[in-house]
């Protein structure tokens, strides 16, 4: 029997890169898992897999930072699998630009997916949680919400509000028996960095199309930049029983590249 048998879990943004990682390996582990993205074929796409290999799993679609469509993605994942045990608020996006040169609207895209979305997401979850009297949420932040990085500095506050959702979640919802507690990962190979190696190039931090990730994580100690499925071990420990004595804490699994 898996380690999370049993339980229910909603995953955002896990049509592709951590998220899609997380839900595999989750599902592998005997959770029922509703798999959360803006792009509803891929949310299926994972879906078909885990099905296909026979876990439970069912699509989602919401935008992040709109409530009503996170609570009604939510209400039809219980009203699948009868309730809510476990939350990861995955979803987030950057787009850099040169410090000098960030906009408003630059600024509040980002906000709002990673910072918004971060505290929607807790909030409806908890919501469905508390009459249970049990949860755990965890939360995606970064390395970059431990240091500023010029031009990332919108998704650099962005993370840093995350770290501070998760203490802040831990406090107030400590009452109710539910957990928060995020990860901080570092440089992944992910779709979101193959659009940063080019947005990199183009403003002229990068040698070329492709070489922005492996020049950012230079410094990463464990010699590589991380599969996503290098992280789905510490996703399983903060979903299982094995983390019940942990809340507001953020782990870094980051290879080694920041230290604290």
């Known amino acids: 029997m898996g380690r999370l048998a049993g339980k229910s879990v909603i995953i955002s943004g896990a049509g592709s890169g951590i998220g899609r990682a997380f839900a595999l390996a ?35 679609t919401a935008n ?10 939510f209400e039809k994942f219980v009203g699948w699998a009868g309730k809510l045990d ?11 630009m040169p410090f000098l040169e960030v906009t408003e609207e630059n600024w509040h895209a980002i906000m709002d997916v990673n910072g918004l979305g971060v505290l929607i997401g807790i909030q409806e979850g908890a919501k469905l949680m508390i009459p249970n009297k049990s949860g755990k949420i ?26 501070a959702l998760t203490q802040a979640g831990a406090r107030g919802l ?24 080019k947005d990199l190039y183009a403003m002229g931090e990068a040698k070329t ?16 930049a991380a599969a996503p499925e290098e992280l789905a071990g ?9 983390s019940d ?7 870094m699994i980051d290879g080694g590249m920041v230290l604290l």
């Open 86 to 96: 476990v939350l990861f608020n995955n979803a987030g996006f950057n787009k850099p």
């Open 174 to 197: 400590a009452e109710h028996n539910i957990t928060v507690n995020s990860f901080s990962p570092g440089v992944v190979s992910t779709p979101l960095w193959d659009g940063l190696n």
């Open 234 to 242: 510490t996703a399983v420990f903060l979903a299982s029983k094995d």
């Open 64 to 73: 992040v930072s709109n409530r009503a469509e996170v609570r009604t993605a």
């Open 245 to 251: 004595y942990m809340t507001g804490q953020t782990i």
């Open 26 to 60: 989750l599902a592998a582990e005997g959770a029922k898992v509703g798999v959360l993205d803006l792009n509803e074929a891929a949310a299926q796409n994972v879906v078909d897999s885990i099905n296909g290999s026979g876990g439970g799993a069912i699509a989602l």
């Open 209 to 224: 199309p492709d070489s922005a990730i492996d020049e950012f994580g230079a410094g990463i100690l464990r010699g590589h």
């Open 138 to 163: 965890i939360n995606t932040a970064s390395i970059a919400g431990r240091q500023g990085y010029p031009s990332f500095a919108p998704y650099c506050a962005s993370k840093f509000a995350v770290n």
